[in-house]
């Protein structure tokens, strides 16, 4: 059994991240699960601004096999004028899963907000 040490270097290590790729617009992006803080600072987001998946771009988007972020706070306009399609969904659903978030609750609990 691991002593309180090896745990917390096991816990603290940081390369537990999961990962995943979607094809947005025939481009691969990785995205990555997000922190305990990240999902709060989203949380506090969602609640207040109808625009939360661009900002979940600008945040959880990676150019793949990098730590390199795809886009930044000043692609957020041109990240609102890009055209929906398959692509969103399959964006959100992964980084639900990745999240370890009910995807089928987040929709009701986003519905009763509306």
């Known amino acids: 059994m691991p002593d309180r040490n090896e745990l917390r270097t096991s816990l603290f290590s940081g390369n537990q991240f999961k990962k995943d790729t979607v094809d947005v617009l ?11 803080k990240d999902l709060q600072e989203m949380g506090d987001i969602a609640d207040d601004d109808k625009n939360a998946l661009v900002l979940l771009m600008i945040e959880n988007c990676y150019v793949p096999g990098t730590n390199d972020k795809l886009f930044d706070k000043e692609d957020y306009d041109n990240l609102m004028e890009l055209p929906s399609g398959k ?10 899963d990745l ?14 907000t509306d």
């Open 87 to 96: 692509w969103v969904q399959e964006f959100q659903t992964k980084y639900m």
């Open 26 to 36: 025939g481009a691969d992006v990785e995205i990555r699960q997000p922190s305990i």
């Open 99 to 112: 999240a370890g978030l009910n995807q089928d609750e987040a929709v009701k609990n986003s519905e009763t």
